[in-house]
């Protein structure tokens, strides 16, 4: 069966600071892979996508960048985090169209 | 970007009670899916309805494409605590999915 990792699980970082989150698709090949931000327990706002090693889409000009340097492997990054960046962070992953979310991050900016 | 609303947007309602959300839009979509999403988790895949017209039941849960393909209803019976979360729709629009703000259900005993 298939099962997706995210990691940290929380991150309080300060402003300026960097960020890397890391997420990862066990059980499944060349899958599209998400990064989604959901504020305050409300809707997800779709950041990247990945249909391929090194192929990403970006959805909302921002100071995040994605990178998938392995199939089964999507990286959130910033060089320089704002406090707007606070928020739920959740990948997904997807053949066809359904999608299947990891357990998020929850990102604190102070 | 393809706008999905729903509403309600908070529903309180008590334990037994029946209740139906909403998912509209002025797009049409290949697909919709609803999701459930409890508190500090990701979203869980609830049903994917595909034609226009159709119908899917889920034990409690009985879910409605519209004719034309650009809204969707979620209807529960005899609602149980263990219901509550955030109700999300989404479409289908090529690679991504447009995602609803969301109902957030709270069951109460």
């Known amino acids: 069966s298939q099962t997706i990792h995210q990691w940290p699980a929380t991150l309080v970082q300060p402003v300026g600071s960097p960020l890397s989150l890391e997420c990862t698709v066990e059980g499944t090949s060349n899958p599209n892979l998400y990064w989604y931000r959901q504020a305050a327990g409300r809707g997800l706002q779709l950041l990247f996508y990945s249909v391929g090693i090194g192929q990403i889409s970006s959805e909302v000009p921002q100071n995040l960048s994605a990178s998938r340097p392995q199939d089964r492997q999507f990286i959130l990054s910033s060089k320089k985090l704002l406090l707007s960046d606070s928020g739920f962070y959740l990948c997904?992953?997807?053949?066809?169209?359904?999608?299947?979310f990891g357990p998020g991050t929850r990102l604190t900016v102070t | 970007t393809q706008l999905l609303e729903q509403s309600p947007q908070f529903l309180s309602i008590q334990e037994g009670e029946n209740l139906t959300v909403y998912c509209n839009s002025s797009?049409?979509?290949?697909?919709l899916q609803w999701y459930r999403q409890e508190p500090g988790e990701g979203p869980v895949l609830l049903v994917t309805?595909?034609?226009?017209?159709e119908v899917k039941k889920l034990k409690r849960l009985t879910f409605q494409f519209g004719d034309a393909r650009k809204d969707s209803s979620l209807h529960i019976t005899a609602a149980q605590p263990g219901d509550t979360g955030l109700y999300l729709c989404?479409?289908?629009?090529?690679?991504?999915?447009?995602f609803g703000k969301g109902t957030s259900l709270l069951v109460t005993p």
């Open positions: 797009s049409v979509f290949s697909s």
């Open positions: 989404a479409g289908v629009s090529g690679y991504a999915l447009n």
């Open positions: 309805v595909v034609t226009g017209g």
């Open positions: 997904a992953w997807s053949v066809g169209f359904e999608q299947y």
